[in-house]
């Protein structure tokens, strides 16, 4: 597949050539690290998982009859046996295969008792080789495959046999791909750049007026913040200054000698401990809102840069991360194997759009797939994919019309915010399935 527009350069024989490469090294992927992909992280209070391979043996018939399961929230009977024989645990989930598969959520609690921890030590130390007993985990993972059924003669996998997890947090790419360019670099000659949205000329005006407009958006709120604090510094300032006059006239009305500057401060201080409280709080929030706007104006500021970088770049490949590299999975939620598969697949049908159309029209292409699967299909609820009998490359095949048709509503939504991309966001084969009806046939007889 040969990027669009850009001449062959000359290479070495014994140069690799490539046109296109997709990565898929997993969440902690060195080569995204490489290429600068943005990521957002979310984070979630801690979370370990356990992993145990156990050699799955058909002739066995206790092993053959074991049934797969999964049950979470803390509920089942299988994390009852867990609990009772003191292993603290949330979920757990058994699968057969090559191997006797299980993944149990373990509190930090019970590895420690257990002494499967050496040492409560704190953020990524928890889980380092140092601080791991493998024979204490050993020794806890044959417990739990017993507890659930699994003949304590079997035997562990080589590889694997038991390991620790740490799923407290989950990466997700910001944007589904990254472009590589060669570019002019001075006096130093030519060299690679990686672009991202700027690659897209359609994507790259999007970005430039959204992050225009949380600046403006930041920059207005904290001058509203600010004019409040001075309105408030006012009303202050007022209060104070009627609390000394009422209590001055309150000692001439009773014809006593005038309250001290003391007393009168004292009175003052009385009369303003709320607004002087609403002024600490508003600060607070003053300085908040500065650091938004602080990070908004950072965030425009990267961005021009990269702007940039794309000018007078040429020979443009894609990177498509694929699988974990593009979205970490949350275990609990089980969508490692949904989006990995479906990435793979919607990263697929945007290098066959890159090879029959342009570059342009596959990062669009994919940009699209990747919203879908983000903001529609979330964590995969019933009646967001087809029967897989039809899958193709092809998304429209394995996402459900409805979706793609929410998608394009979300797209033309002032209200959906950074979604709110315009029609010029949908791809155009996408938007002539819409207009001539086809989307809306496809559902009817997926309704079947």
Not at 95 to 106: F, N, P, Q, S
Not at 206 to 220: F, G, I, P, Q
Not at 259 to 279: D, I, Q
Not at 365 to 387: E, L
């Amino acid at each position: 597949m040969r990027p669009s527009r850009c001449p062959r350069p000359r290479r070495r024989p014994q140069e690799p050539t490539f046109d296109a490469l997709l990565l898929a090294e997993g969440e902690w992927s060195s080569t995204c690290k490489k290429l600068s992909v943005t990521k957002a992280i979310d984070r979630f209070s801690l979370a370990i998982g356990l992993v145990i391979n156990l050699v799955y043996d058909e002739t066995q018939p206790e092993l053959k009859k074991l049934k797969p399961f999964v049950q979470s929230g803390g509920l089942g009977s299988e994390i009852s046996k867990l609990v009772a024989a003191g292993i603290n645990a949330e979920n757990i989930e058994l699968l057969k295969g090559e191997t006797v598969y299980l993944a149990v959520t373990v509190k930090k609690p019970t590895l420690l008792a257990k002494n499967v921890l050496k040492e409560d030590l704190p953020g990524a130390q928890l889980l380092t080789r140092a601080n791991v007993d493998d024979q204490a985990l050993l020794q806890l993972a044959r417990s739990v495959a017993t507890l659930v059924g699994v003949p304590p003669a079997t035997p562990f996998c080589n590889h694997h046999p038991a390991k620790l997890f740490d799923f407290s947090s989950r990466a997700r790419c910001l944007a589904p791909f990254k472009v590589l360019a060669t570019k002019r670099l001075g006096s130093e000659g030519e060299g690679v750049v990686a672009l991202d949205l700027s690659a897209q000329p359609f994507l790259a005006e999007l970005e430039s007026a959204w992050l225009a407009r949380n600046v403006d958006e930041a920059t207005s709120e904290v001058e509203a913040k600010q004019q409040s604090i001075e309105a408030l510094e006012a009303e202050i300032l007022d209060a104070g200054e009627h609390a000394r006059m009422t209590a001055l006239q309150l000692a001439e009305a009773a014809g006593v000698p005038p309250p001290s500057e003391e007393a009168l401060e004292e009175a003052a201080m009385v009369a303003t401990v709320h607004g002087r409280e609403r002024r600490l709080t508003m600060l607070k929030q003053l300085a908040q809102t500065k650091g938004k706007l602080t990070l908004a104006r950072s965030d425009e500021s990267k961005w021009k840069a990269q702007l940039s970088s794309a000018q007078g770049a040429s020979c443009y490949v894609p990177v498509f991360p694929i699988g974990d590299s593009l979205l970490e999975p949350f275990w609990p939620q089980g969508l490692g194997s949904n989006r990995g598969f479906h990435s793979a697949l919607d990263a697929a049908h945007s290098l066959r759009v890159l090879r029959q159309e342009t570059l342009h029209a596959s990062l669009l292409d994919r940009q699209f797939s990747y919203d879908v699967m983000v903001h529609v299909g979330g964590a995969f609820p019933p009646g967001i994919i087809q029967p897989g009998s039809n899958w193709r490359a092809d998304y429209t095949t394995r996402y459900r019309p409805e979706c793609l048709q929410e998608m394009i509503v979300k797209y033309v939504n002032p209200n959906s915010k950074r979604l709110a991309k315009g029609d010029g966001a949908v791809p155009p084969w996408v938007q002539a399935m819409k207009d001539s009806g086809a989307l809306k046939k496809l559902a009817a007889e997926l309704s079947k």
